[in-house]
Nanobody, 117 residues
Framework: QVQLVESGGGPVQPGGSLRLNCAASGNTELYIMGWYRQAPGKQRELVAAINPGGTTTYADSVKGRSTISRDSAKNTVNLSMNNLKPEDTAVYYC????????????WGQGTQVTVSS
């Protein structure tokens, strides 16, 4: 069983930066850790993910201005974003999943990010 708790959201001005944190309890060594987001009226979408080997994946919309990282010792995964845009406004969710989802697929409660002047 894995539990995920996000933090670090809030209001940000366009062009600003933020760092989202996800603290995990339980063994996530074999899990792909990811950040997803869901804007009002839209489907949840992948923002970035990092696999157990450290390979990262980013959505085209955030590529070049986002960095995902994981700290195995602290059992955390972080997402840093800069040059934020109003279209980045969404609830951001932390996810931990095995490659075979039926082996484990867990979500945090989400943290709101609002980009507005």
């Amino acid at each position: 069983q894995v539990q995920l708790v996000e933090s670090g959201g809030g209001p940000v001005q366009p062009g600003g930066s933020l760092r989202l944190n996800c603290a995990a309890s339980g063994n996530t060594e074999l899990y792909i850790m990811g950040w997803y987001r869901q804007a009002p009226g839209k489907q949840r979408e992948l923002v970035a993910a990092i696999n157990p080997g450290g390979t990262t994946t980013y959505a085209d919309s955030v590529k070049g201005r986002s960095t995902i990282s994981r700290d195995s010792a602290k059992n955390t995964v972080n997402l840093s974003m800069n040059n934020l845009k109003p279209e980045d406004t969404a609830v951001y969710y932390c996810n931990a999943r095995r490659i075979e989802r039926f082996l484990g697929d867990y979500w945090g409660q989400g943290t709101q990010v609002t980009v507005s002047s």
